[in-house]
């Protein structure tokens, strides 16, 4: 498994359950078919920057860092001056081209950037189409977009 699925894996399985220990993640992961070393767990907590925060139920679980609107903004600009090539818009629909591999980081950050915006977002490899909740909302993020450009 390349560490990006890995990384993706870890972070699904921070939000559905509680993991303490990083032996867990290895045994979890084991469950899953997936051969891992508590040494290469140890790596992929430090490259996620995972914190421990306090358990429901007492003691501490991994958990990751709480991004700011701010660091998503920035990360969220960072990648497109570098991955954007495109933007339209009709109606409530906005479909954004992005450089082939880049489309599923940029909904990501799309989707956390423009929330309350938002009915829905998905992509492929280098497309992402957004579902505005208003037909404003959308001319606004084509303009937001083209920004980019």
């Known amino acids: ?14 939000n559905e359950q509680d993991i303490r220990k990083q032996e867990e993640f290895v045994e979890i992961l084991k469950n899953k078919g997936i051969s891992v070393t508590q040494a290469t767990i140890s790596r992929d907590i430090k490259e996620l920057k995972l914190i421990k925060v306090p ?3 007492g003691g501490y679980r991994y958990s990751l860092p709480a991004e700011t609107s701010e660091d998503v903004s920035t990360k969220l600009e960072k990648l497109l001056k570098d991955a954007f ?18 489309a599923s980081a940029a909904a990501n ?3 956390k950037r423009y929330k309350k915006e938002l009915f829905s977002i998905i992509n492929d490899d280098d497309n992402v189409l957004m579902i505005t909740r208003l037909e404003e909302d959308a001319v606004q993020l084509k303009k937001d977009f083209l920004h980019y450009l």
């Open 55 to 57: 358990a429901v139920d």
């Open 85 to 102: 090539v495109a933007v339209d818009q009709m109606e409530k629909f906005v479909i954004l081209k992005t450089l082939p591999g880049n």
């Open 109 to 111: 950050l799309i989707d």
């Open 1 to 14: 498994m390349r560490k990006k699925d890995r990384h993706r894996l870890i972070t699904r399985l921070l």
